[in-house]
């Protein structure tokens, strides 16, 4: 069943009706005064970190202006349910504010993760753990492909895969990304080793030592070249394959391993579900003629 994309984020779920905080409440696309007390928290908010510092500026600014831009809620048993502008809220709490104006607006559990998702990207507020793991969730929950993901949050395909492949790390590396002790360049870096422990090892190193996204590239490939040393029965690889690999990636949107021996061996191409393993499929048998 195709759907209204919201890739275009709040604007565009907003735009049909101008709002003025003096109209009545009541109608949709208007402004409402809601109690607190009466709002929950988004359960599909893909936001788990918020930075003290941040949120301790923007209670200072809402105790002395309050809260200029209104939150988006949607009705929930006996009250509201966040869908975007869940810091507004806590910094009203905080505030000692009784009520916040509030946009209410009817939409489904798909539409709130995705909003909520939509905002957060705008602002720049994920980190990247936060972001995979909202993808995964758009993914899993409610059967997008990596493409159909990538349009409604306005980012390229390629994209979407390179941060779902975070979720492939160690628990303990992805708390370092989730806490912004290692940048998505790090990650990225990391992703490159492909022993868990070794990719650890690794990642405490980058920090103990503040290394730059460039410096842990150096790391992570002297670390690769010594596995090869220590194995050399597997030889060093053909650097036109590796050039091969990287344009089946970007073609195909995905993570492409060529395994070469004398002329012989096997190209392996990951997915990370059903209907990307189906995507694939469609654009493998688009390019071959029978």
Excluded: C
């Excluded at 995705?114 to 936060?130: D, F, G, H, S, T």
Aim: glycine share 10%; hydrophobic share 35%; aromatic share 4%.
């Amino acid at each position: 069943m195709s759907r209204k994309v919201l890739g275009k984020g709040l604007s565009a779920l907003l735009r049909d009706k101008e709002v003025s905080a003096a109209e009545p409440a009541g109608g949709g696309g208007r402004v409402r005064t809601i109690p607190l007390h009466r709002i929950t928290p988004n359960r599909h908010q893909p936001r788990k970190d918020f930075d003290p510092a941040g949120m301790e500026d923007l209670v200072r600014s809402v105790k002395g202006r309050g809260v200029l831009q209104p939150i988006l809620v949607r009705e929930s048993q006996g009250g509201f349910e966040l869908i975007a502008g869940e810091r507004r809220w806590r910094a009203a709490q905080q505030a000692g504010i009784s009520n916040i104006p509030a946009m209410v607006r009817k939409v489904s559990d798909q539409d709130s993760l995705e909003l909520a998702l939509i905002e957060n990207i705008q602002r720049e507020n994920l980190n990247a753990m936060e972001s995979a793991e909202a993808y995964d969730r758009l993914i899993k929950e409610f059967g997008l492909t990596q493409e159909e993901t990538a349009a409604k949050v306005g980012k390229n395909r390629s994209s979407v895969a390179n941060i779902l492949r975070l979720l492939t790390l160690p628990e303990e590396v992805q708390g370092y990304i989730r806490k912004e002790k290692l940048s998505t360049g790090h990650a990225k870096a990391l992703l490159s080793l492909t022993n868990g422990p070794q990719q650890v090892a690794a990642a405490r190193e980058m920090i103990q030592k503040g290394l730059s996204v460039r410096e842990a590239e150096k790391l992570v490939g002297a670390l690769s070249a010594g596995r090869k040393r220590a194995r050399p029965a597997k030889g060093v690889r053909d650097i036109h394959l590796v050039a091969v690999e990287e344009e089946l990636k970007k073609s195909l949107g995905t993570k492409v391993r060529l395994r070469d021996r004398q002329g012989k061996g096997k190209i392996e191409i990951e997915y990370y579900s059903q209907k990307e393993r189906e995507r694939l499929i469609g654009m493998l048998r688009g390019s071959v003629q029978f």
